[in-house]
């Protein structure tokens, strides 16, 4: 009898988070009101919003500096590249979604919660199926932000995935050396 296959700790842990960061998205409350018009809310707002910017940023230098000091250690890594993947999306879609509700003439397309996540996975994705697009310039500023980032989470993602392939690829070779006088099978 055939012992059913058992799923890794990884791929839980990285579900798990992906459902919780949409259980926290859907149910998350963003319908306070505040005067976002005078002065003090713009700024801030406007000082939220950096102060996210600049934590999001250091997340990722921290995941780096991980890379950088074990680089043959690509399980965690991409692990935790997942869970800030998960996180950063969830707040770019909170954050698309809340503007579209104070600002509707920033986006066209975005309406509901659905749509303020489908948007920030495109974007993610680097798709771009334009059927909802930014139109004004604060949502157009926080896209291009969102973009650099996925620039440098999915390059970090490839060095990974590349270092990690690199190194069993010399740890084979390593192992097992080819000598002289074994045939040229490369032709």
Known sequence: MKRPRRVPGHMMR????????????????????????AWPGRAVGVCMFLAGVIGLGWLVWRRVETFLRAPTAAGGRVDGLLLIVCVVGTVFALFYFRLQQLYPDQFVGLETRTDALYYTLVTLGTVGFGDVHAVGQVARIVTMVQIVFDLVVLGTLLTIITSSVTSRIHAALAANPVSGDAPDTTR
């Not at 990285?14 to 018009?37: E, H, K, R, T």
């Open 14 to 37: 990285n579900g798990a988070a992906a459902l919780c960061a949409l259980l926290f998205y859907y149910s998350v409350p963003v319908g306070w009101v505040f005067d976002i018009d």
